[in-house]
């Protein structure tokens, strides 16, 4: 199963759109790309030449990467025109890297407020949904 999505993902892949995706989060997270190699466990040499499309890398050095930034492999791979939903790419792109910089208090917080959120219509004028 690794050998068919080895082959899928170098079929699919830009690797230029991919370093760039690498760097937008690396950015939105305030991390250099020396920080970033060092919680991913690559050079920063490598990173570099990843967020510029001049290495293909590896799967698993993409994993790495991917749990460095705090997403999903998919979320640097996957072609945004080609999502079902706006709202994919208002989550990956917008929310997430805001999310994923905030502390574990700060995303407990976020839930909690989510959740009372969830609770008001807002077309009704913010009242209590029965």
Request: with cysteine; hydrophobic share 40%; charged share 25%.
């Amino acid at each position: 199963m690794y050998n068919i999505l080895k082959v899928v993902f170098c079929l699919t892949f830009d690797y230029k759109t991919v370093g760039g995706r690498i760097k937008h989060y690396r950015l939105s997270i305030n991390k250099t790309q020396e920080e970033l190699a060092e919680l991913a466990d690559i050079s920063a040499n490598h990173l570099s030449a990843l967020e510029n499309g001049r290495s293909a890398g590896s799967l698993d050095k993409y994993y790495s990467v991917a749990q460095a930034l705090g997403v999903t492999v998919d979320m640097l791979i996957d072609n945004s025109s080609n999502r079902a939903s706006g709202n994919d790419y208002f989550f990956s792109n917008q929310l997430l890297p805001l999310v994923s910089s905030l502390s574990v208090e700060q995303r407990k917080m976020l839930i909690d407020f989510i959740e009372l959120l969830k609770d008001y219509d807002v077309d009704k004028n913010n009242t209590k949904r029965g």
